[in-house]
C-alpha cells in the first residue's frame, strides 16, 4: 500500500486505533505483537474454523507479558514528574513486580517490591528477576497486608525527601487498563487484514485474568470499536463474580480517561461496556486448588500447546486458560488465544 501523507482534518477523522495510540504513555512495549496462526495445534485439536496466537508474552521489555502495556499508561509520563520511586505489590512469583521492577531500573528510578509469603532460597524465576532488576523487596505475611505496607513505604520515601508513585496490584487500575484497550484495537485491526481469507466469522478470544485489568481494557475496546467478538476469560485464583465486578469498575472508569473524540456520548460508551461485559463469559472452574497450583488439565494443556504448537504456556495463568479452551472450543468459529505471557514462573 502506498503511504500518502494523508493529514486528517480532524481528530473524528482517527480510527480507534490511532486515536488509542496516541494516548499518553511510557513506550516500552513492542507493538504491534504477532497474530500467529497455529495450523498444526488447530489441527490436532480440532479447531477446523481456526486458531491463532495474540502473542503479549511477547511485548519484551523485562521479558514481556501483558503487565507492559499495563504499565505503559500507568507510568505515563505526566505522572511521574519529582517521582523517585515506584513502589508496588504481589506474589513471590509475581510477573507484575518483575515489569515494574525493570520500568524502574529503565527510568532510572528506585523500585520498592511489597511481595506476601517469603520469597524462595535462593531465588528462583520471578524472585530471581526482582533481585536482578535491583528492586528492594519487603516481605509481610500476607496478602492483605500489602497496602498498608505500600502506603507506608510511600511515607517514608516522602520523609526521606523523595516521591513513590504507588502502583496498584498488577497495574490494575483504569488507566492501566487503557492498554488493553489499545490492545483489542490493534487485535481488531489484525483480524479485520487477515480477515479477507483467514477469519471469517468474530472470534472466541481465550484469556487469563486475576486482577482485572486486562479484561476491563478488552471490553472497553471492544465497546469502543462495536466489535462483538465472543470473551472468554479464565481465573487463575478469585470467583468469577469478583473478577466481573472489578473489571466492569475498571473500564468503566477509564471512559473519563479516554479523549472527547472517543466518547461522543459517555452514557452510550457505558452501556456499549455494559453489553461488552454481559456478553463475556468468566470461568473460575478451571482454578483448580488454587492461585499457582497446577490442574491435570493445564498440565494436558502445557504438553499439548507444546508438543502440537511450539507454544510454551505458563503454569500460573496461561495454562489455564487453554485449559478452558481445550475444554471449550467448539470449532464452529475461530479462536483467539491471547497469550498473556508469565514464562519465568516455569523456572520457579
Ligand atoms: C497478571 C497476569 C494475568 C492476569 O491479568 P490481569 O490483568 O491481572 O487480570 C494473566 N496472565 C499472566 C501471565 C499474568 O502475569
Redesign the pocket.
Known amino acids: 500500500m502506498t503511504q500518502h501523507a494523508h493529514m486528517p482534518r480532524d481528530r473524528r477523522d482517527l480510527s480507534p486505533l490511532q486515536l488509542l495510540a496516541r494516548l499518553p504513555r511510557t513506550h516500552l512495549a513492542h507493538t504491534p505483537t504477532p497474530l500467529l496462526p497455529a495450523p498444526a495445534l488447530a489441527a490436532h485439536i480440532g479447531a477446523q474454523a481456526g486458531l491463532f496466537i495474540k502473542a503479549d508474552a511477547w511485548t519484551g521489555f523485562g521479558l514481556g ?3 507492559v502495556r ?1 504499565l505503559e499508561h500507568e507510568l505515563s509520563p505526566e505522572r511521574l514528574d519529582d517521582v523517585t520511586h515506584l513502589v508496588t505489590a504481589g506474589g513471590p512469583q509475581s ?2 513486580c518483575r515489569v515494574t521492577a525493570a520500568a524502574a531500573a529503565h527510568l532510572g528510578l528506585s523500585c520498592t517490591l511489597v511481595i506476601n509469603g517469603r520469597p524462595p532460597e535462593p531465588p528462583t524465576g520471578n524472585a530471581a528477576l526482582h533481585r536482578l532488576l535491583g528492586a528492594e523487596v519487603v516481605s509481610v505475611a500476607d496478602r492483605s497486608d500489602r497496602n498498608g505496607a505500600m502506603e507506608e513505604r510511600a511515607e517514608s520515601i516522602a520523609a526521606g525527601g523523595g516521591k513513590a508513585l504507588v502502583v496498584p496490584l ?1 497495574a ?1 487500575t483504569p488507566r492501566g487498563a487503557l492498554g488493553y484497550a489499545h490492545a483489542m484495537a490493534e487485535l481488531h485491526d489484525q483480524i479485520v487484514r487477515a480477515g479477507e481469507n483467514q477469519l471469517k466469522d468474530d472470534p472466541v478470544l481465550f484469556v ?8 476491563a481494557g478488552l471490553w472497553l475496546g471492544a465497546a469502543l470499536l462495536n466489535w462483538h467478538p465472543t470473551i472468554v476469560a479464565v481465573s ?1 485464583d478469585d470467583p468469577a463474580s469478583s473478577i466481573r465486578g472489578k473489571a466492569l469498575e475498571l473500564a468503566i472508569g477509564a471512559i473519563p480517561l479516554l479523549p472527547p473524540a472517543m466518547v461522543p456520548d459517555r452514557a452510550t460508551l457505558q452501556s456499549a461496556v455494559q453489553r461488552a461485559a454481559t456478553e463475556a463469559s468468566v470461568r473460575e472452574d478451571f482454578v483448580g486448588d488454587g492461585y499457582g497450583l497446577p490442574t491435570r488439565e493445564s498440565e494436558d494443556a502445557t504438553s499439548i500447546f507444546g508438543r502440537h504448537g511450539g507454544i510454551v504456556l ?1 503454569p ?3 495454562s489455564k486458560a487453554a485449559a478452558a479452551l481445550l475444554a471449550l472450543l467448539d470449532g464452529k468459529r475461530p479462536a483467539v488465544f491471547l497469550h ?3 514464562h519465568p514462573a516455569l523456572f520457579r
Open positions: 507479558g501483558n503487565k499495563k510477573n507484575h498488577g490494575s487469563a485474568a486475576s486482577s482485572g485489568g486486562t479484561l487463575a505458563d500460573v495463568y496461561t498473556t505471557g508469565g
